[in-house]
């Protein structure tokens, strides 16, 4: 061009409406990100340091979850955030035709990142457990000394150590939201109907 111009810039920013969809990508990213750090540390750490019956399955079935696609549950997720109800309890509290429709709303997506199911949770676990079982058993029994309980133990003592970890996490994390359209498209359709 013979003259620079920010003009155009500004013409397709205003024409696609990209400060909508870049508010949308900056709430999922970030707000999905946070949730799935805090709730796959403290899943790391529940897997490293205490150990019940079944918790080989369970941390299994953990594992696993990062080879299902996508597309495989998206489907019943879009199914289930269309019509939520709580085990069916909402439905007895107010009546059949009760109904939250989560589609379209932050909600559908910040769910599953806030129940560690949302994009590679598995792996995310995975990273905080191994990095919580090479930390030596005597810094926590100092702290367990000091009157500090499992949450305060974990809190004070084990997340000011898991910088590397928590920055992997917030990392790929972030790059795997920002970058997901398959399933932020499934979640936020404009459409309403469900066959």
Request: some cysteine; hydrophobic content about 50%.
């Amino acid at each position: 061009p013979k003259h620079f111009t920010f003009s155009n810039f500004t013409m397709v920013w205003d024409t696609l409406n990209f400060s909508d969809a870049f508010k949308n990508s900056t709430i999922i990213a970030l707000g999905s990100t946070i949730l799935q750090i805090v709730v796959c540390a403290l899943t790391g750490y529940g897997f490293a340091r205490f150990k019940f019956k079944g918790s080989g399955i369970l941390f299994l079935v953990a594992i696993f979850t990062v080879m299902i696609p996508a597309q495989m549950i998206n489907l019943p997720n879009y199914l289930l955030f269309y019509d939520f109800d709580i085990f069916g309890i909402l439905g007895l509290i107010f009546g059949d035709s009760f109904q939250i429709n989560m589609i379209d709303s932050y909600a559908s997506v910040l769910l599953l990142a806030a129940f560690g199911v949302g994009l590679r949770s598995g792996l995310f676990i995975l990273i905080f457990s191994q990095f919580f079982k090479g930390i030596p058993n005597e810094l926590e029994e100092a702290a367990m000394i000091d009157g500090c309980g499992y949450f305060k133990t974990f809190l004070n003592i084990m997340v000011p150590n898991a910088e590397g970890p928590i920055v992997t996490t917030f990392l790929f994390s972030m790059v795997w939201y920002w970058n997901d359209y398959y399933t932020m498209t499934t979640y936020f359709l404009k459409t309403r109907t469900v066959s």
